[in-house]
């Protein structure tokens, strides 16, 4: 078990950006996302501020144990989830009312995650010396996934998504 599987929690009544204008209880949001578009699992728009950062990750676990057959995959997808969550916060959150969108998308082999942003700046790895308190996010991502990129926005949007993927098949562990 890793250590993000062991900390989980049970659902809270955390509450969502429900894209209208308004937080909802998580699952009211939850049942008005039941019909999602072709491939999509997911889309959930939160406020851009780190102490969502638990309800991204949750969030996206619960909705990815439906899809993954291996529960590493599900935490590596969510670890790499909070991380892309947590830059978009650091360099895309600059006002109380900034928000960030998350969607997952899955085909009968790919899983995508995207983290969109109103900032847009693309991000840029960096190098980061062993003492480091911060930098080493979109390394964390690399090492997790099977790749990551940009996009732009949506269109009329402002920013910029970045994203990762994953395939859905177990991964044979290495020697």
Known sequence: ????????????????????GTFAPRAAVRARTARPAANELLRWTFPADPSWAAAVRHTVTDR??????????????????????ANAVRHAGHGPGDTITVAVECTEH??????????????????????AESGRGLAIV?????GWGTAPPEPGSP???VWFTMARGRREATP
Do not use: W, Y
């Open 64 to 85: 990815l144990a439906t899809v993954l057959p291996h529960p590493e995959q599900i935490d590596n997808a969510a670890l790499a989830t909070g991380e892309l969550f």
């Open 1 to 20: 078990m890793t250590a993000f599987r062991a900390q989980r929690r049970a659902p809270s009544s955390l509450r969502v950006h429900d894209g209208d």
């Open 142 to 146: 690399s090492a997790l996934t099977d």
């Open 110 to 131: 790919v899983l995508r995650v995207i983290v969109a942003d109103r900032s847009p700046l693309p991000p840029r790895p960096q190098p980061t010396d062993d003492c």
């Open 159 to 161: 920013g910029k998504r």
